[in-house]
C-alpha cells in the first residue's frame, strides 16, 4: 500500500428523512471544499454496499462520523464495517451548543439555514484539527 | 390485479462525491414532497443496515423504488439485503442522458439545473409509484 | 504475476493490467490471438468520471495509431478515444449502446471499447508501454494532479 500523507475521511450521515441530513451533508462538502489537502469524503451508502476504496480508505485512516440524529447511522455504520470513528458528531447536540433551532425544510437551504450550516461545518473542521494533531 | 400499497417507498442512495447521487436525493424529494405527496415516501439508507425496525419494516411492506447515482446500485442492494423488494430501479445518469440540454451541477445538492432534471426526472417517475400504489405492477 | 499493479492516492486504488500494453494518451491495448483489445486506462475513468454517452466509428474503418476513433462524454469532461493501434476496426463492444458505465466499472474488461485488426503490431508494441512503464507515469501523474490541487 502507497500511502502518502495525513488525512481524515469526513462520513456524513445521508439523512433522506429529516432537514438534519440534508444539513449534514452541505456542512460536509463545505469542510471538504475549504480543506481539501487534509479531508476526503467517504460515501456512506458506498462504504456500506462494500465499496473497496472506501472501506479500505476507512481502514487505514482516521474518520470522523457526522450524524444527523440519534440513530446515529454513520457512526455505527462506520465502527462495523471498519473501526470506532475517531470522532463521532451529532448535528442535533451542535445545534443545541450553539443555540440554534434545526432547519424546517428538507432540501433548498438559503439564507435562513446557514448560521446552522457554518456551526456544523465548524465543529467538523474542529474535530479535523484535532485527529490530525493526534496522528 | 396485484395487492394495493397506500404507500411507495423511493429511496435515493444520495451519495456524497458525485453529482448523480445529489440528483438521485432532489428527484426523491419532487416525488416525496410535490410530485405525489402522501404517497411517496422515502427512508433513510443506512438505518437499513442497522436493522432499524421501522425502516426495514417500511421497504418489507411497501413496494420500493430505487434511484442510485451510480452503477454500484448501493441503494438497490442495501434494501434487498434488508429484505426489502425493489419493484423498480433506476440509475439518475439515465434522466440526463434523456435531457442532454439539462447537465446536473453540485455534489452536496443540485444547483439550478439539477433541479430541473429532478422535476423531469420525478414527473416520469410518478407512473411508476401509481402504478406500484394499485398494484398494478409490471 | 499479480493481475493488476495497484497505487492507492487518498481513498482511490488506481489500477494497471499487467500484461497490456499503455500509450501516453492513457488507452491500452491487448494484443491476442491476431486482434488487439482497446480501451481506456483505470487512470483515465477516474479522471473524467461517469461516462453519460459514446460515439464510436464503424468497423471496417482503418485507422493510424495516434487517430481519434470517437468521442466519450462524461459529466465533466468529453475527449476523444485516441487509437493506441494501427490497424482496421474489427468490432465495437456492443454492451457499448446501453452500458457505456461498463468503462468505468471495468475499463479493463467488460469495458473494453474496440477490437481492432492490427496491421503492424510489432511497430504499436514497440511505442506502447508495458505495465511496469505505464505504472511509474500513472503515479507520476497522480502526483502532479495532488500537487495542482493542494499545492
Known amino acids: 500500500m502507497d500511502i502518502q500523507v495525513a488525512k481524515v475521511g469526513v462520513v456524513s450521515c445521508s439523512g433522506e428523512e429529516i432537514p438534519e441530513g440534508t444539513l449534514c451533508r452541505l456542512a460536509c462538502r463545505k469542510v471538504l471544499d475549504e480543506r481539501p489537502g487534509e479531508t476526503v469524503t467517504i460515501c456512506l451508502p458506498l462504504f456500506i454496499a462494500g465499496g473497496e476504496e472506501e472501506r479500505t480508505f476507512a481502514q487505514n485512516y482516521p474518520t470522523i462520523t457526522v450524524d444527523g440524529c440519534d440513530k446515529m447511522c454513520a457512526a455505527k455504520a462506520t465502527e462495523m464495517l471498519s473501526g470506532k470513528p475517531a470522532r463521532s458528531l451529532s448535528v442535533p447536540e451542535i445545534l443545541k451548543k450553539h443555540g440554534l433551532k434545526p432547519p424546517d425544510k428538507l432540501r433548498h437551504f438559503g439564507a435562513g439555514e446557514e448560521a446552522a450550516v457554518q456551526a456544523v461545518a465548524e465543529e467538523i473542521a474542529k474535530a479535523v484539527d484535532e485527529v490530525l494533531e493526534e496522528e | 390485479m396485484g395487492k394495493k400499497h397506500k404507500k411507495v417507498v423511493v429511496l435515493p442512495c444520495s451519495g456524497i462525491g458525485k453529482v448523480f447521487g445529489a440528483l438521485a436525493r432532489e428527484t426523491a424529494y419532487e416525488l416525496v414532497e410535490r410530485v405525489r405527496p402522501g404517497v411517496a415516501t422515502t427512508t433513510c439508507l443506512p438505518l437499513l443496515v442497522i436493522n432499524d425496525p421501522e425502516a426495514v419494516a417500511k421497504v418489507k411492506e411497501n413496494p420500493v423504488i430505487t434511484i442510485d447515482g451510480c452503477p454500484k446500485e448501493c441503494a438497490r442492494k442495501s434494501v434487498e439485503a434488508a429484505g426489502g423488494r425493489v419493484a423498480k430501479a433506476h440509475e439518475a445518469i439515465k434522466f440526463y442522458k434523456e435531457h442532454k440540454d439539462l447537465k446536473p451541477e453540485g455534489v452536496a445538492e443540485v444547483t439550478e439545473t439539477g433541479r430541473k432534471l429532478a422535476e423531469i426526472a420525478a414527473r416520469e417517475l410518478a407512473k411508476e409509484v401509481d402504478e406500484l400504489a394499485a398494484g398494478e405492477e409490471k | ?151
Open chain 3, 1 to 151: 504475476m499479480a493481475e493488476f499493479l495497484e497505487h492507492t492516492y487518498e481513498k482511490f486504488i488506481f489500477k494497471v493490467k499487467e500484461g497490456y500494453l499503455y500509450s501516453q494518451d492513457e488507452f491500452w491495448a491487448n494484443f491476442q490471438s491476431g486482434a488487439a483489445t482497446v480501451g481506456l486506462t483505470d487512470f483515465l475513468q477516474k479522471a473524467k468520471g461517469d461516462v453519460a454517452f459514446l460515439e464510436t466509428v464503424e468497423p471496417g474503418l482503418v485507422v493510424k495509431r495516434g487517430d481519434e476513433i470517437g468521442k466519450i462524454e462524461t459529466i465533466k469532461a468529453t475527449f476523444g478515444i485516441i487509437s493506441p493501434v494501427t490497424g482496421k476496426i474489427a468490432a465495437v463492444n456492443p454492451e457499448m449502446d446501453a452500458s457505456p458505465y461498463l468503462i468505468n466499472h471495468d475499463p479493463y474488461g467488460a469495458g473494453w471499447i474496440y477490437r481492432i485488426e492490427p496491421s503492424d503490431p510489432e511497430g504499436d508494441k514497440a511505442q506502447l508501454m508495458d505495465a511496469k512503464e505505464y505504472f511509474e507515469i500513472m503515479k507520476g501523474k497522480i502526483a502532479q494532479e495532488a500537487k495542482k490541487l493542494y499545492g
